[in-house]
């Protein structure tokens, strides 16, 4: 178990997180599991607390996933073969459980992300100008193939206060 003044800090920084991903990690036994494998690689009480540490770090989007395993070796100076039997466990356990939680528990938003995202590629593969230069309100062509849906859709997602506009040279991939 975290020192009490580590695990307050740590919930502060979950509470920054979207709404999403708060639920996740309140949801998911993503900390105690981390105990499990501490235990099961016998490390001691202020090691399995730096496991825990560094992974939560990463959790909140302060630690960078690329440097995870690296950082388990040279800040926690864990031996590298250690941390190769325990990063499967990691992701079995902690990381894979916190995906399905999100995916599963937002599906509607997933789905919703997922046709606006086509429905911009159909708009960027087209010749719809779908901003006006004079202002910064949405454009279509109604004479374009792609049909009322659209028109509805990108109006919406240009009022929208909580999604940033679009800038026509980000859909190019």
Request: glycine share 4%; no cysteine; proline share 4%.
């Amino acid at each position: 178990m975290l020192p009490l003044k580590t695990q307050e800090l740590i919930n502060e920084q979950i509470a920054t997180l979207p709404e999403y991903m708060q639920e996740a990690l309140k949801n998911v036994a993503w900390q105690s599991e981390l105990q499990k494998i501490a235990a099961k690689y016998r490390l001691d009480l202020d090691m399995a607390n730096r496991f825990i540490v560094e992974t939560s770090l990463l959790l909140i989007g302060v630690g960078n996933a690329v440097q995870y395993g690296q950082n388990l070796i040279t800040e926690m100076g864990l031996d590298e073969t250690l941390v190769k039997k325990m990063a499967p466990e990691i992701e079995e356990r902690v990381f894979a459980p916190l995906q399905k939680y999100v995916l599963d528990n937002n599906q509607a938003e997933i789905q919703m992300l997922q046709e606006q995202v086509e429905i911009l590629q159909q708009l960027a593969e087209s010749d719809v100008d779908i901003f006006n230069d004079e202002e910064d309100s949405a454009f279509v062509d109604t004479e374009s193939t792609l049909g009322e849906n659209t028109i509805g859709t990108i109006s919406k997602i240009q009022s929208d206060p909580y999604h940033e506009p679009v800038d026509p040279n980000d859909l190019v991939m």
